[in-house]
């Protein structure tokens, strides 16, 4: 199994940067992708990015490219989310996921899943 925590959320004017960590713990060393996937309000999860265990290969959705980035350090075991110019729409509950091989960018492809963080921006 695998456990994974993210922290980092808030509240954050629109313009405004914020990192989300999500440490993973247990076996790790099973773990190939490494993704985070966002909620709003009254919407269903959708795809914001992942990335396989090197870093190398980095996929992101359409709405979030050249703003957010995704670097993880494999040494703690942990997936960042770096999060600039954000924006009012970006006000979600983030959340980070990992899956043992591949890269997919579905929610239902992630076998393991962090509690969610709250990111709100206001306009």
């Known amino acids: 199994q695998v456990q994974l925590v993210e922290s980092g959320g808030g509240l954050v004017q629109a313009g405004g940067s914020v990192r989300l960590s999500c440490a993973a713990s247990?076996?790790?060393?099973?773990?190939?992708?490494m993704g985070w996937f966002r909620q709003a309000p009254g919407t269903g999860r959708e795809f914001v990015g992942a990335?396989?265990?090197?870093?190398?290969?980095?996929y992101y959705a359409d709405s979030v490219k050249g703003r957010f980035t995704i670097f993880r350090d494999n040494a703690k075991n942990t997936v960042y989310l770096q999060m600039n110019s954000l924006k009012p729409e970006d006000t979600a509950v983030y959340y980070c996921a990992a899956r043992e091989y591949g890269l997919p960018l579905r929610v239902e492809a992630y076998d393991y899943w962090g509690q969610g963080t709250q990111v709100t921006v206001s306009s």
């Open positions: 990335a396989s265990r090197s870093g190398g290969t980095k």
């Open positions: 247990g076996r790790t060393f099973s773990i190939y992708a």
